[in-house]
């Protein structure tokens, strides 16, 4: 399966599933239809384990407990005292097997929801009649029985999982397992850590593992079925935490769950594509999540008014307390998208829905705490109270930070440091030590070689080196993609389907002839009415994301607004070499052939239709090969993009090449104009009392960004 097959956030993030998209749609709404039933009881067992007896310790298994319950809590009304964790020490094979039965089995009825999570190290055994029959298990905290053999090992086989999920006598059971099973020797340079341990060739598994799995099998009728998600769609594959600003978490558990935050009914398919896909993929890695088992029934109901409970409001996140007499409030932000939390500046506003406004004053990893605004009356803030987007404050300084890998030897890291501090814009890390968004290293095939990799460890196409190259020579090499993945980075940090005010729907299409098929669409979910919010519309059928060579592409582009916008289209090709859409003037439309003017605004009238490129010479798009992965950023604002503009038209193009996509030029500094029309549009400043001048101040009425993340093939 394709890496986009499982693409448009676990994109977000999320991108990716190694199932077919329509399949990945089905699962997700069978997650939020599980979580979302309003009569039944509802249970969870969570497990995540980052401290182990004689593994390496993780570190962001505990988050991923935290980022489930918190979900669970206050967007699909669990109670707290129906959610049990078992952590680290308790989480060994005797008390996850023992919870399992005690909390969810003796108490579980039909038509109960039950949700089972797992976090942690998963490893392969051979076990069963014959020696060569290898069965994926998870490692639990301890996990050596406390013998003097230590051959024996005390894991839990994924099927022991699969057969007491069968158990339960409901059939509205979803397990997520955030962990991986085949650990290879060597890896390429990467900043995250795996979750999979090697495999021990004389382990055996602990005799009482063995009498349970059988003693479930002969219990066990197999009627009851739910969904268990995985980390992982291919034996090879791994699953891999990733270090954010703050904290650790699984690349699965934080796409999946900040998919879940933002979606609504209406948006259940977008979102599962562009949260959860495009999220994963825009961090840096490849893993693909997949389907390891589900209901053998198709169940009814799956409609997609049904996916979430009344109300049927997306967030950002929830209050988690309330202090100094209801002045200051600590907040949950686990809705954020990725790649913006870690620059979500202070000041920024988020509105809930009693109208009040609670105002950013600081962020510690997931959490942080905020002032109510000035409102006439009592206060009516409660704990659990969803809250939403208004203005997004991001700094001007952002800069590309590249992590060096710890391979390397300690007078590369001192060259390889010397060399990138002399980039404008660039910082280094230790690769694990702080978030980074590309790592320097050693090509794992030949050492002698440096090159460029993303933070999950895949080589970034065109950055590998001749063997035997110096590292200062390497990184001046490297030095002209370095501006292009900071621009990229700058773009991004404006994705805001899930909180966008302003109503935009964007479809992304193949051209056959007179006919056309939808490869993607977007579509800002807060702005959809009541109607649609629970129609059925919006289960059309969309292809898996990938085009294929010689395609001839076009977008379509609907303003439902009141007012006029204005686009931008920016993106990256997987060699890292930026494009954009230009918008040229044709000949007729100068005022004279000396006109300095090489560009025109692209205008969406209120209520209209744009296609682009829009006149018949420009449709020719077509997508050239070889096979290759593209990324597209559409941004559009109620302001023209004036800054954006001059900035192009002050680029060398040449004359002959008025294409309506290419190379971009000069892309950190486009990347950066931008941003500043996009602060120039928004009217908020003026009521914004002391934000910095460092800042850009976005107002979610006056933009929407999407993002179109798709494979050529």
Same mark, same amino acid.
């Given at each position: 399966?394709?890496?986009?097959?499982?693409?448009?956030?676990?994109?977000?993030?999320?991108?990716?599933?190694?199932?077919?998209?329509?399949?990945?749609?089905?699962?997700?709404?069978?997650?939020?239809?599980?979580?979302?039933?309003?009569?039944?009881?509802?249970?969870?067992?969570?497990?995540?384990?980052?401290?182990?007896?004689?593994?390496?310790?993780?570190?962001?298994?505990?988050?991923?407990?935290?980022?489930?319950?918190?979900?669970?809590?206050?967007?699909?009304?669990?109670?707290?005292? $129906?959610?049990?964790?078992?952590?680290?020490?308790?989480?060994?094979?005797?008390?996850?097997?023992?919870?399992?039965?005690?909390?969810?089995?003796?108490?579980?009825?039909?038509?109960?929801?039950?949700?089972?999570?797992?976090?942690?190290?998963?490893?392969?055994?051979?076990?069963?009649?014959?020696?060569?029959?290898?069965?994926?298990?998870?490692?639990?905290?301890?996990?050596?029985? $406390?013998?003097?053999?230590?051959?024996?090992?005390?894991?839990?086989?994924?099927?022991?999982?699969?057969?007491?999920?069968?158990?339960?006598?409901?059939?509205?059971?979803?397990?997520?397992?955030?962990?991986?099973?085949?650990?290879?020797?060597?890896?390429?340079?990467?900043?995250?850590?795996?979750?999979?341990?090697?495999?021990?060739?004389?382990?055996?598994?602990?005799?009482?593992?063995?009498?349970?799995?059988?003693?479930?099998?002969?219990?066990?009728?197999?009627?009851?079925?739910?969904?268990?998600?995985?980390?992982?769609?291919?034996?090879?594959?791994?699953?891999?935490?990733?270090?954010?600003?703050?904290?650790?978490?699984?690349?699965?558990?934080?796409?999946?769950?900040?998919?879940?935050?933002?979606?609504?009914?209406?948006?259940?398919?977008?979102?599962?594509?562009?949260?959860?896909?495009?999220?994963?993929?825009?961090?840096?890695?490849?893993?693909?999540?997949?389907?390891?088992?589900?209901?053998?029934?198709?169940?009814?109901?799956?409609?997609?008014?049904?996916?979430?409970?009344?109300?049927?409001?997306?967030?950002?996140?929830?209050?988690?307390?309330?202090?100094?007499?209801?002045?200051?409030?600590?907040?949950?932000?686990?809705?954020?998208?990725?790649?913006?939390?870690?620059?979500?500046?202070?000041?920024?506003?988020?509105?809930?829905?009693?109208?009040?406004?609670?105002?950013?004053?600081?962020?510690?990893?997931?959490?942080?705490?905020?002032?109510?605004?000035?409102?006439?009356?009592?206060?009516?803030?409660?704990?659990?109270?969803?809250?939403?987007?208004?203005?997004?404050?991001?700094?001007?300084?952002?800069?590309?930070?590249?992590?060096?890998?710890?391979?390397?030897?300690?007078?590369?890291?001192?060259?390889?440091?010397?060399?990138?501090?002399?980039?404008?814009?660039?910082?280094?890390?230790?690769?694990?030590?702080?978030?980074?968004?590309?790592?320097?290293?050693?090509?794992?095939?030949?050492?002698?070689?440096?090159?460029?990799?993303?933070?999950?460890?895949?080589?970034?196409?065109?950055?590998?080196?001749?063997?035997?190259?110096?590292?200062?020579?390497?990184?001046?090499?490297?030095?002209?993609?370095?501006?292009?993945?900071?621009?990229?980075?700058?773009?991004?940090?404006?994705?805001?389907?899930?909180?966008?005010?302003?109503?935009?729907?964007?479809?992304?299409?193949?051209?056959?002839?007179?006919?056309?098929?939808?490869?993607?669409?977007?579509?800002?979910?807060?702005?959809?009415?009541?109607?649609?919010?629970?129609?059925?519309?919006?289960?059309?059928?969309?292809?898996?994301?990938?085009?294929?060579?010689?395609?001839?592409?076009?977008?379509?582009?609907?303003?439902?607004?009141?007012?006029?916008?204005?686009?931008?289209?920016?993106?990256?090709?997987?060699?890292?070499?930026?494009?954009?859409?230009?918008?040229?003037?044709?000949?007729?439309?100068?005022?004279?052939?000396?006109?300095?003017?090489?560009?025109?605004?692209?205008?969406?009238?209120?209520?209209?239709?744009?296609?682009?490129?829009?006149?018949?010479?420009?449709?020719?798009?077509?997508?050239?090969?070889?096979?290759?992965?593209?990324?597209?950023?559409?941004?559009?604002?109620?302001?023209?993009?004036?800054?954006?503009?001059?900035?192009?038209?002050?680029?060398?193009?040449?004359?002959?090449?008025?294409?309506?996509?290419?190379?971009?030029?000069?892309?950190?500094?486009?990347?950066?104009?931008?941003?500043?029309?996009?602060?120039?549009?928004?009217?908020?400043?003026?009521?914004?009392?002391?934000?910095?001048?460092?800042?850009?101040?976005?107002?979610?009425?006056?933009?929407?960004?999407?993002?179109?993340?798709?494979?050529?093939?």
């Amino acid at each position: 399966m394709k890496r986009r097959t499982f693409v448009q956030r676990i994109g977000s993030i999320l991108a990716v599933l190694g199932v077919t998209e329509v399949e990945w749609l089905t699962l997700s709404d069978r997650y939020s239809q599980a979580l979302a039933q309003p009569s039944a009881r509802k249970l969870a067992l969570l497990i995540g384990i980052n401290q182990y007896q004689k593994s390496p310790s993780l570190s962001g298994c505990l988050t991923d407990v935290e980022l489930q319950k918190e979900l669970l809590i206050h967007r699909f009304g669990f109670q707290s005292s $129906d959610i049990l964790t078992l952590t680290d020490e308790q989480a060994s094979r005797k008390s996850i097997e023992a919870a399992f039965e005690e909390h969810l089995g003796k108490q579980t009825k039909a038509d109960d929801v039950v949700v089972f999570h797992f976090s942690g190290y998963g490893t392969r055994i051979k076990s069963g009649q014959f020696i060569d029959t290898v069965q994926n298990a998870l490692v639990p905290s301890h996990e050596h029985q $406390d013998t003097q053999d230590k051959k024996i090992v005390n894991y839990i086989l994924e099927e022991t999982v699969q057969l007491l999920l069968r158990s339960l006598p409901t059939n509205q059971v979803t397990a997520v397992l955030d962990t991986s099973y085949y650990a290879p020797t060597k890896v390429q340079p990467t900043a995250w850590r795996i979750r999979a341990r090697h495999e021990l060739p004389d382990a055996q598994l602990a005799t009482a593992e063995l009498e349970f799995l059988q003693q479930l099998k002969s219990q066990n009728s197999g009627l009851n079925s739910g969904v268990v998600l995985s980390a992982t769609s291919d034996p090879q594959q791994l699953a891999m935490e990733a270090l954010f600003s703050g904290f650790s978490a699984g690349l699965f558990t934080y796409a999946l769950t900040q998919y879940l935050w933002e979606t609504t009914p209406a948006a259940t398919i977008q979102f599962s594509l562009s949260h959860v896909g495009s999220s994963i993929h825009k961090l840096g890695s490849k893993q693909q999540p997949g389907l390891l088992s589900e209901p053998k029934t198709q169940q009814g109901g799956l409609t997609i008014e049904n996916l979430l409970p009344e109300p049927t409001v997306s967030a950002e996140g929830a209050i988690k307390a309330i202090e100094d007499e209801g002045k200051t409030t600590h907040l949950w932000l686990a809705g954020i998208p990725p790649q913006v939390l870690e620059y979500y500046g202070v000041n920024s506003r988020l509105t809930l829905s009693t109208g009040e406004q609670l105002i950013l004053r600081s962020r510690t990893g997931l959490t942080a705490k905020a002032q109510i605004s000035k409102v006439k009356g009592e206060s009516s803030l409660q704990v659990g109270q969803l809250y939403q987007e208004v203005v997004r404050v991001l700094p001007r300084s952002v800069s590309l930070t590249v992590a060096l890998d710890t391979g390397l030897e300690r007078i590369e890291r001192v060259d390889a440091t010397s060399a990138f501090a002399s980039v404008n814009h660039i910082s280094t890390v230790v690769a694990g030590e702080q978030p980074a968004d590309c790592v320097f290293g050693k090509l794992l095939e030949t050492p002698s070689r440096y090159g460029l990799f993303t933070p999950g460890g895949e080589l970034i196409p065109n950055t590998a080196g001749e063997v035997g190259e110096a590292v200062k020579l390497a990184v001046q090499r490297l030095v002209p993609k370095l501006p292009i993945l900071l621009a990229a980075k700058l773009w991004r940090l404006t994705e805001n389907e899930g909180s966008s005010r302003l109503p935009i729907k964007a479809t992304l299409e193949i051209i056959n002839g007179l006919s056309s098929r939808v490869v993607m669409q977007r579509e800002t979910t807060r702005t959809l009415d009541a109607e649609k919010r629970h129609g059925k519309s919006l289960l059309t059928v969309l292809s898996n994301p990938t085009v294929p060579i010689g395609s001839r592409m076009q977008y379509k582009l609907q303003n439902k607004s009141d007012r006029p916008v204005y686009l931008m289209l920016l993106g990256l090709k997987n060699d890292r070499t930026a494009i954009a859409f230009y918008p040229w003037q044709s000949p007729q439309e100068s005022t004279s052939i000396d006109s300095k003017s090489l560009f025109q605004q692209v205008a969406i009238a209120p209520g209209q239709t744009l296609t682009l490129p829009k006149n018949i010479t420009a449709s020719e798009w077509v997508i050239p090969g070889p096979a290759y992965e593209c990324e597209h950023q559409l941004i559009l604002s109620t302001a023209p993009f004036r800054e954006t503009l001059g900035h192009l038209e002050t680029s060398k193009y040449p004359i002959t090449d008025q294409r309506p996509f290419g190379a971009l030029l000069n892309s950190l500094e486009i990347a950066q104009a931008l941003l500043q029309d996009l602060h120039n549009a928004s009217a908020v400043k003026s009521d914004i009392n002391g934000i910095s001048a460092d800042s850009y101040v976005l107002d979610v009425n006056n933009w929407a960004s999407f993002n179109f993340d798709f494979q050529v093939v």
